[in-house]
């Protein structure tokens, strides 16, 4: 039963990614994918909306969650999850050429997915007329992750599920006062 469903996770994911060759592949978004891709480098593209939020005093703590959320959602995704699924790469199986340097983690779930919809849906809540931008940044990344060969469909999927999540998570953090009591507890310590 087990091995009948990894079986069939293991077809849609190649199946995905064999679409994703076939129909998107070509020498334009060979260009544009490793640009896309690089946003998401270190929450980079999550990091830059973050300091311009705190920059602007009236949106600081906006920006400031968005911080925290980038912490949560790597610790979670990065720190936790990769560390106990331990999927290797697509790009590991058939020594393919890349377009971007060879990821060094584990591949469940996509990092890049999952900071980029965390941050995407706490941004969503404080500037919803923006919604539409978040998302569609964080869904690029996300599809540039397939195209660079770099995850399978299912560690994208995960990534956005576990993203999303972890906005959640952090709303849940804010509403129970627990960003409150951290920040007692750093001045306290500082």
């Known amino acids: 039963m087990c091995f009948n469903v990894l079986r069939k996770i293991n077809t849609f994911d190649n199946y995905g990614l064999y679409i994703v060759r076939k129909y998107l592949k070509n020498k334009y978004l060979d260009s544009v994918m490793p640009i896309v891709t690089s946003m998401g480098n270190l ?4 990091i830059v909306i973050a300091a311009i939020l705190i920059a602007n005093k009236p949106y600081r703590l906006i920006g400031y969650t968005v911080i925290l ?5 790597t610790l979670i995704g990065e720190g936790i999850v990769k560390h106990i699924v331990r999927r290797i790469r697509p790009c590991d199986y058939n020594g393919s050429e890349l377009l971007i340097a060879k990821p060094l983690t584990y591949s469940f779930p996509s990092g890049h997915t999952l900071s980029s919809f965390a941050v995407a849906g706490v941004l969503s ?3 919803s007329e923006y919604k539409l931008i978040f998302v569609g940044i964080a869904f690029l990344i996300a599809l540039s992750r397939l195209y660079l060969y ?3 469909p299912t560690d994208v999927i995960a ?13 849940i953090m804010i ?7 951290i920040a007692i507890l750093y001045k306290s310590i500082v």
Request: glycine fraction near 12%.
């Open 175 to 181: 509403q129970s006062g627990y960003i409150d009591k």
């Open 69 to 73: 959320t980038l912490i949560v959602s």
């Open 125 to 127: 809540i404080y500037f």
């Open 150 to 152: 770099v995850h399978y």
């Open 159 to 171: 990534g956005v599920l576990i993203g999303i999540m972890c906005s959640k998570l952090i709303f």
């Open 43 to 46: 929450g980079l593209v999550w």
